[in-house]
Structure formats: C-alpha cells, structure tokens
C-alpha cells in the first residue's frame, strides 16, 4: 500500500483572506528555517565535542 | 480585512522574534567579555571548545533575556522603549517565552558541561540564575540599587570564560568581575538619566527616577571614581603587563572627565539637563568604548 504523500499545499485557517494566508505562510517557513537551523548546529556541535573529546582524551568523561 | 488587523497570535511569530527575545544587542559586550576571559587565560583550550564555549555564554546571556522579557512583560507593556518586544505586541505569547528561554537556559549549561568542565557549567548556572531571580525577580522593582546588585549578572562571562579554559576560578578572573561590577553602575545611570522617563511611568524604581537626577549625577561621579582603582588593580598586582596599565591609566582618566561633565553640566536645581542631557549621552556612548577597550587592552597585553 502506498505511503500518503506529503501534502502539496499549507493547510492554514479557513476563512483567511489570501494576504493573510500568505503572510502566515511565510512567517511559518521562516520560523522551520530557524528550527532546521538550531536543530542542524546543535547536531554539529555534539559531533564536534565527540570528536575533540576523543581525539584529545580518548573518551567522552 | 487588511494587514493592520491581522490577529498577530494567530499568524505566528516572525522568525526574527524568537531572535528579538535574546535582547542580541545586549549579547555584543557578553560575547566580547566572556572571550576575553578564555584569551588571557593561562592554558591551551582547543579552540573548537572555545568557540563552543562563547555559543554557550551567548545561548545563557539570551535565555536570562527571554526569561526578564517574560517576567517583565507588564511593565514592557508600558514603557516606550520596549512596548514593540514581541510579548507585549502580542506576536509572542508569554508561556512559549517562558519555555524558550528555560529551554535554552538548560540547554546552554549542558552544552558547557559537556563541552569544557563543570566549574564554567556551574558558573553559567550561577549567572542565569542571578540574572533572572535575583536581579529580576527580586531587586528591580524593590530598589534604586537594582543596577548595582543585579550589575553582578552581567560580570560573570570573563569568570565563566577563563573558568571554561583552566576548570578554576583565581583572582584575575574575580578582579575582572570586579571592573564590570563598579563599570555596571555609572553605565546604566547615564543612560537612565535621559531615559527615567518610561522608568517613571512603569514604576520601576531607577535611582533618578527615586532620589532625583542630582543624586545620580553625584553616585556616577562616584562609582567611577572607585572604579578607576579597581581597574589598576591588575596591574599592581603583576597580573597584567604595561599595555593594560597604561590603556586603565588613560582610559580611567577619560572616564572620570565624562563623569565629571555630567556631574558639572548646565541643569536646573533638580539636577535636570539644561543642555538635552548631551554630557549623559556623551557619557553613556563612552562608557562602552571604554570596556572595550580596557578588556581589550587586557587581551593584547596577554598576547603579545
């Protein structure tokens, strides 16, 4: 059975007018951007102290 | 229905508000500072950790912003100069502001444990909770010595900077807390005597706002006279070289003629500027060159 694909089209309140629509729209992507990019430097900067860590002190502790 | 009446909670915060919430423009001397701490420190620190280490006292200094703009968001409310922050415009709500910035608050020390060692971890600890329970909870809206109390909030970064580098705390790093501790008070009252009047209004008790602009013309000419000493001290004591004396020598002395314009400016009985409060302005704006430079004069006397 195939996967539901993801949605094309941003599912935002009904009764908005278009301005509105897009501006909430846009505020939306720029908050994920925000989110993807904490999320992706707080990635980095645990594998960074890993690996200094071990290759300093050869262990995490 | 036209952009002015879009229900701001109900569109969301702008990315940038989640930033607006860490006060960065507050961040720039936190940053510097903590630094420094690191560069003069006596030992090698991998300088991956030490970047890392400067993230963490940035995330920490933002977090104890957003956790005061949650707590002071009815006064924000009132006051000019803060009344477009983001939980008192509505584009934040004050719950989310709260869980960012203790979020961020645990999440800063976590990272700083791991990172370095638990003493610049602890020491982060110690500064966000200052910050938040004793500067804005407790003395804020009780004294006129909010500023000088809560001063201590803000020199910690050197502290936790050189604590993050050697895993100790030893004079230099206390002495340098010293500096920004006595700096804190004569900095803000110049600003606040030009801009008590939204202090005023929102009943937070600023030394003009209490004991009048004469009184705080007077503690600031005060404040930097003890001030000047205590940036001498480092050197005395052989801690620092000839640069950073001679730069405390020349700066102080910069200083204390700021603090001497204001104090001697042309003003009414009351103490209230005849001159649009130029020489507080002059002051105010000097009073950051001048820790920028002394903490810098400090880091190139330890690199050279």
Sequence with gaps: MPL?????????????????????????RGRNLLLLAALAGFCIIIYAIAIVKLHEYGQMW | MSQTTLPTIALGAEASDWIALL??????????????????????INPLMACIAILCITIAAGAAGAINMWYDRDIDAIMKRTATRPIPAG???????????????????????????LVAAATLAI???????????WLKRRTPQNIVIGGAAGAFPPVIGWAAATGHITLLPILLFAIIFFWTPPHFWALSLYASGDYERAGVPMLPVVKGRRHTRICIAVYTLILVPITLIPFVLGLTGRIYGLAALALGAAFVAYAWRVLYEPQDATGKSLDRDRAARAAFKYSILYLFLLFGACAVDRLI
């Design chain 2, 91 to 117: 584009r934040v709500t004050p719950d989310a502001a709260l869980a960012y910035g203790v979020f961020l608050a645990i999440l800063s020390v976590v990272l700083m444990a791991l990172a370095t060692n």
């Design chain 2, 23 to 44: 006060k960065p423009r507050v961040l720039t001397l936190v940053v510097f500072t903590g630094a420094i701490g690191l560069v003069i420190a006596p030992t090698h």
């Design chain 2, 127 to 137: 500064s966000i909770a200052f910050y938040v329970f004793v500067y804005t909870v």
């Design chain 1, 4 to 28: 539901d694909p993801m949605p094309k089209t941003v599912a935002v309140p009904s009764g908005w007018s278009a301005e509105m629509q897009t501006e909430y729209k846009r505020r939306r």
